[in-house]
């Protein structure tokens, strides 16, 4: 992503207000959907005293907090401090953009979801591409940022779920 193509995409939302506001709405809803389904889904399972409550709840929690080390390791800098552009996504932080939390939160949470209900599982896939995209148009991540958020979630979720 160049400066030139940046601005040029959030120049058209720029010119809309509504646009901006629903960019970020869906920024916030969708991680506070996120998070919220998260732990309705770890009540449920412990709750229904279900075999599947430990693996929910640990393999997200690790990969959570391995990817957060890494982030603080890695320090990548955002798109708005690279390319000197104002985000449509106010944010304050400075770098740790790469891989995308909030991408790979998602997606790991959407494989978590998946693994004790697929069709919401699926949905959550869904969701976690809208988020990717929200999140780079907003200025805050580059593509390569949720592309390994959201890849490290689903290898990490396919690993832990389905094959550990």
């Given at each position: 992503?160049?400066?030139?193509?940046?601005?040029?995409?959030?120049?058209?939302?720029?010119?809309?207000?509504?646009?901006?506001?629903?960019?970020?709405?869906?920024?916030?809803?969708?991680?506070?959907?996120?998070?919220?389904?998260?732990?309705?889904?770890?009540?449920?399972?412990?709750?229904?005293?279900?075999?599947?409550?430990?693996?929910?709840?640990?393999?997200?929690?690790?990969?959570?907090?391995?990817?957060?080390?890494?982030?603080?390791?890695?320090?990548?800098?955002?798109?708005?401090?690279?390319?000197?552009?104002?985000?449509?996504?106010?944010?304050?932080?400075?770098?740790?953009?790469?891989?995308?939390?909030?991408?790979?939160?998602?997606?790991?949470?959407?494989?978590?979801?998946?693994?004790?209900?697929?069709?919401?599982?699926?949905?959550?896939?869904?969701?976690?591409?809208?988020?990717?995209?929200?999140?780079?148009?907003?200025?805050?991540?580059?593509?390569?940022?949720?592309?390994?958020?959201?890849?490290?979630?689903?290898?990490?979720?396919i690993l832990g779920f389905y094959i550990w």
């Amino acid at each position: 992503m160049t400066k030139e193509k940046y601005e040029k995409m959030a120049g058209v939302i720029r010119n809309h207000p509504q646009a901006l506001g629903m960019l970020a709405a869906g920024n916030r809803i969708l991680t506070a959907l996120t998070y919220g389904a998260y732990i309705l889904l770890l009540a449920a399972e412990a709750i229904g005293r279900d075999e599947k409550f430990c693996k929910v709840l640990l393999i997200p929690a690790a990969a959570f907090f391995l990817v957060t080390v890494f982030r603080k390791v890695c320090n990548a800098k955002r798109p708005y401090e690279l390319l000197d552009i104002e985000p449509l996504l106010k944010r304050n932080k400075a770098g740790q953009s790469f891989p995308s939390r909030h991408a790979f939160s998602i997606f790991m949470i959407a494989m978590a979801i998946g693994y004790v209900w697929m069709p919401g599982g699926i949905l959550f896939l869904i969701l976690g591409v809208l988020l990717a995209v929200i999140r780079v148009i907003g200025g805050v991540h580059f593509p390569r940022d949720v592309a390994a958020g959201a890849s490290i979630g689903i290898l990490v979720g396919i690993l832990g779920f389905y094959i550990w």
